[in-house]
């Protein structure tokens, strides 16, 4: 099991910026497909942004334009960069690692699913406020 640890999370305002980081000591990271999961208070979780070990990105519509997803391998850490936060933005952010990831069809269809994910951080708190 490959052992994910965010960070970054905090409270903001309606506007502002955040950084989450994931980090593993798995050497195998570079080979993993990784993700952003976020769970609002009484909703399910879903997806955010997608990144391939090949550094394709995918993002859900909801945050396309103030999101990025990205990677740095030899770090073995995954960041996600949000801008213009919104209070619907406000959620516990988990990061996600699978060998393999979503199928080429819910890639196309930008389709982030929970069981697309062997492995799970602990998650981290977002809260924007209006």
Do not use: H
């Not at 798995?26 to 090949?54: H, S, T, Y």
């Not at 209070?87 to 069809?105: F, K, L, Q, V």
């Amino acid at each position: 099991q490959v052992q994910l640890v965010e960070s970054g999370g905090g409270s903001v305002q309606a506007g502002g910026s955040l950084t989450l980081s994931c980090t593993t000591s798995d050497n195998k990271f570079p080979d993993f497909v990784m993700a952003w999961f976020r769970q609002a208070p009484g909703k399910e979780r879903e997806g955010v942004a997608c990144i391939l070990n090949g550094f394709s990105t995918l993002y859900v519509d909801s945050v396309k334009g103030r999101f990025t997803i990205s990677r740095d391998n030899a770090k073995k850490t995954l960041y996600l960069q949000m801008n213009n936060l919104k209070p619907e933005d406000t959620a516990t952010y988990y990061c996600a690692a699978d060998s393999e990831g979503p199928s080429p069809g819910a890639w196309a269809v930008k389709l982030l699913q929970e069981k697309d994910f062997r492995d799970w951080g602990q998650g981290v708190q977002v809260t924007v406020s209006s």
